[in-house]
């Protein structure tokens, strides 16, 4: 099946998904709160006549279509929102003060529902299994180890996973992934740097962890810089420092968070590591103590297969052209279907829905994030695309076959 022909199929239930995305889109919840978002899931799910099994890592949903004879292909869609107040130029804007949808999970959520549909309506066509996986906590939680965890992946065994994500870096009619580490692996990360208080006036009869921290900032940096290969990447992000109440007192301790981003699980361990040793040393030079923690929930690297980014690019040159289709460099960004890639051949797409003409520029996680909704159609069909020539390659003995 061509993914023009199903793109015009999509474009007859277009109102019914933009519907249900706007619906998710007025009320988001955060990771593992998707108690609403889970139960209108599982409400089209029973009205499609789909079985499915719900209530996996909190709020996770994942259904079951084909005849259970031949291969098994999984579709992801993530369903958390963000802690972020929508300043979006919408009329469906986020109801919840505070939260909002700002990286299209909305989106996600509703397109993998209008795949559903689809696939349900050529059910007796599929040979094999199509999982439908509608997983929480994306932004942070590591849900998709959750799942994972939990077997989603097994019984029948998963022979290949794709994931879609709105993409503010393509435009609409675009993709945008590659072969190989397209995201990278992330590591939350906190510090304490515990001094000794006293009066700003006096300092020698105090120890200053401000002076300290700030040390400690700039020279995490020199890890970066000054001792990582050029053509390597590393990001060390400090994004929160607070300590101190007065202009003079100089507090007893700083707290500072950030992340730590590379393309590699190894590179992590090793940045990871670096950075614990500059934060101690440092600090001990200043008198001070520092303690390292990285909190969990770190991502591994998502990697794309060879095989399945050439069947996304494929299916989609073939309704929209070769230059439709952007081989991206690698993202820092890091992304937890890295978890389901980590265990079974998959690709994670980016699906172009930048359109300055109705506003659509700003990125992922900005309060005025805005999606051209005329793609969300195409992306049930690349879904549906996904499924069912993934099934006929793999019955035809394609890599990732049993
Ligand atoms: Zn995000
Ligand atoms: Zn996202």
Redesign the pocket.
Known sequence: MELGNLVREARTVEDWIVELRRTIHRKPELMYEEVETSALVRKVLDELGISYEAGIAETGVVATLGDSNGPCVALRADMDA?PIHEEADVDFRSEIPGKMH??G?DCHTAMLLGAARMLKSREHEIQGTVKLVFQPA??GGAGGKRMREHGILRSPQVQRIFGLHVWPLADSGEIASRVGTFLAAASKLSIRIEGKGGHAAMPHLAVDPVVASAKVISDLQSIVSRETDPLSSLVISITSIHGGEAHNVIPEEVTMRGTIRTLTSAHMAEAQSRVREVAERIASANRCRAEVEYPGEDYPPTVNDAECWRLAGDIWKGAYGTESVNESPPIM?GEDFAFYTEEVPGCFVGLGIRNPDQGCTFS??HPKFKVDESVLPTGSAMHVAFALRSLAELRAGAPGGA
């Open positions: 963000l700002a990286c999970h994306e932004e960004g992922v996680h």
